[in-house]
Every structure is written in structure tokens, then in C-alpha cells.
């Protein structure tokens, strides 16, 4: 598969750990950037903080956000990903371990592409991350943003 990045937004060590092992399991070979909190994620996206020396013309693939984030919480992540033109196209696919009608209504008024609740066997997780996998990594074929006169996006 294509080996821009994806970034795993996950703040749980054990399904950081999974989702990692899924890929493999898969032959998933893009680089996974992992960031554990919601200010660190668009840390990253925006090249600030500890990523400032980033070049923020190398964006990821695809992002999966969980919504239970410390600091910022991922639909107000999502939030930002789709106001900023930077990164309004972005592939952002939620998931979470929420079944709550409200998280998926207000994940996808906010702009996410999908919402995948985490399976919590680990084959039915498996068959989940190689789903994600064809569609979103090798399938989809998601728009670039266009750059403008001045380094500005459209």
C-alpha cells in the first residue's frame, strides 16, 4: 500500500497496541504516527509545538480519531481539521469504542468520513483494520488541496 502516513489518534495503550498488531496482521505497511491526545494531533497537523520543525506539506493519508481524548476531546479535533483549509479534505475516520447515537450524529455533523465502532474481538478487529485499510489507503482516492500563489490553500 502507499506509504504516506497514517495518524492514529488514541490515548488507550491497548488499542494503540491493537490497532498497531492489526495492521500488521494485514500487511499495512504505511507509517503509523501515533499521538495520544487531541492538542498533541493538531500539534501535528498544524506543525506546532513539539512538531514544528514538521513539513506541513507532508500530511497523512488518513487520520483515526478516537472521540474520548484527553485535553481535547476528538469531535472538537475534528472540529478544527475541518475549518482549517490545510486540511478540510483530510480522511478523518472516527474510531471509537462509543455506541451512542449522539457520538455518531455529531461526528459525522462535524465532518468525519466514517465512524467505525472498535470491535472488541480482536478477529473482528482484525477484519475491521483490513477493511479500513483497502478502502482508505488503497480505494479512496481523497482530493489535494490546492495550493495558491504565497503558499495560501484553496
Excluded at 473482528?124 to 500563489?149: D, H, T, V
Aim: hydrophobic share 40%; aromatic share 8%; proline share 8%.
Amino acid at each position: 500500500m502507499s506509504e504516506r502516513a497514517i495518524l492514529l489518534v488514541e490515548d488507550n495503550p491497548d488499542d494503540e497496541a491493537l490497532t498497531l498488531r492489526a495492521f500488521a496482521k494485514n500487511d499495512i505497511t504505511n507509517p503509523v504516527v501515533v499521538v495520544r491526545d487531541g492538542a498533541e494531533a493538531l500539534d501535528y497537523l498544524f506543525t506546532a509545538g513539539a512538531y514544528a520543525g514538521r513539513n506541513p506539506d507532508d500530511r497523512p493519508q488518513l487520520v483515526l480519531l478516537d472521540l474520548k481524548l484527553p485535553k481535547i476531546d476528538g469531535l472538537e479535533v475534528l472540529r478544527r481539521i475541518r475549518s482549517d483549509p490545510r486540511t478540510a479534505v483530510l480522511p478523518v475516520v472516527i474510531l471509537s469504542s462509543s455506541k451512542q447515537e449522539s457520538d455518531v450524529i455529531e461526528s459525522y455533523r462535524s465532518g468525519c468520513n466514517s465512524y467505525v465502532h472498535k470491535p472488541v474481538d480482536f478477529d473482528q478487529f482484525i477484519e475491521a483494520a483490513r477493511q479500513l485499510g483497502l478502502y482508505w489507503l488503497l480505494l479512496n482516492e481523497p482530493p489535494e488541496p490546492a495550493i495558491l500563489p504565497g503558499g495560501a490553500y484553496a
